[in-house]
Antibody, heavy 120, light 107 residues
Framework: QVQLQESGPGLVKPSETLSLTCTVS????????WSWIRQPPGKGLEWIGF???????NYNPSFGSRLSMSIDTSKNHFSLKLTSVTAADTAVYYC??????????????WGQGILVTVSS | ATQMTQSPPSLSASVGDRVTITCRAS??????LGWYQHKPGKAPMLLIY???SLQSGVPSRFSGSGSGTDFTLTISSLQPEDFATYYC?????????FGQGTKVEIK
């Protein structure tokens, strides 16, 4: 059974860096695509970006240069870093896997999410 | 960015009801659309991908249709475990975007 587990600090101070890791168990991190998604309190879901097992990335432009992702195939995990956070970055952060079926994507496994609060 | 307009934002329905949720894309997204069920504190769950393909293990009362800009998720006979929030997601144009969600509540 494939499982994804987000981990990281639940509280980050404004202007600092939010760092999260998603650890994958039950499957190799290769050769899939891995996304981060977030949900601010009381709002809908927002796609943050994805990373491929080979390290290729695609980010939501709304995050500008604040965002970076990395992947460590030896540890079967991937990570998110978001710099210069503000209260608007307070959200539940999810990681998810998507695999290709033909030319379509199946977002077939998701983590349960981690609440990150930005506050001093 | 492609805007996904999902409706209704919420609905009340009874067990056994037929429920329909729609998503409209601001531009053509072919059939690159998925539907997800989300319960509080749980991981979102894929129901439908490629607009109309049922994900393995998902009950057949869920179905999807549409292409281009207009899409529909139908639950043919609502069950108690179906009360949740449902989202559409387009992964055709970057940035990928979600609908605002439809909360299905018990009448």
């Amino acid at each position: 059974q494939v499982q994804l587990q987000e981990s990281g600090p639940g509280l980050v101070k404004p202007s600092e860096t939010l760092s999260l890791t998603c650890t994958v168990s039950g499957a190799s991190i290769s050769p899939y695509y891995w996304s981060w998604i977030r949900q601010p309190p009381g709002k809908g879901l927002e796609w943050i970006g994805f990373i491929y097992a080979r390290g290729n990335t695609n980010y939501n432009p709304s995050f500008g240069s604040r965002l970076s992702m990395s992947i460590d195939t030896s540890k079967n995990h991937f990570s998110l870093k978001l710099t210069s956070v503000t209260a608007a970055d307070t959200a539940v952060y999810y990681c998810a896997r998507h695999q290709t079926t033909g030319r379509w994507l199946q977002w077939d496994y998701w983590g349960q999410g981690i609440l990150v609060t930005v506050s001093s | 960015a492609t805007q996904m307009t999902q409706s209704p934002p919420s609905l009340s329905a009874s067990v056994g009801d037929r429920v329909t949720i729609t998503c409209r894309a601001s531009q053509d997204i072919s059939n690159d659309l998925g539907w997800y069920q989300h319960k509080p504190g749980k991981a979102p769950m894929l129901l439908i991908y490629a607009a109309s393909s049922l994900q393995s293990g998902v009950p057949s009362r869920f179905s999807g249709s549409g292409s281009g800009t207009d899409f529909t998720l139908t639950i043919s006979s609502l069950q108690p475990e179906d009360f949740a929030t449902y989202y559409c997601l387009q992964d055709y144009n970057y940035p990928w975007t979600f609908g605002q969600g439809t909360k299905v509540e018990i009448k």
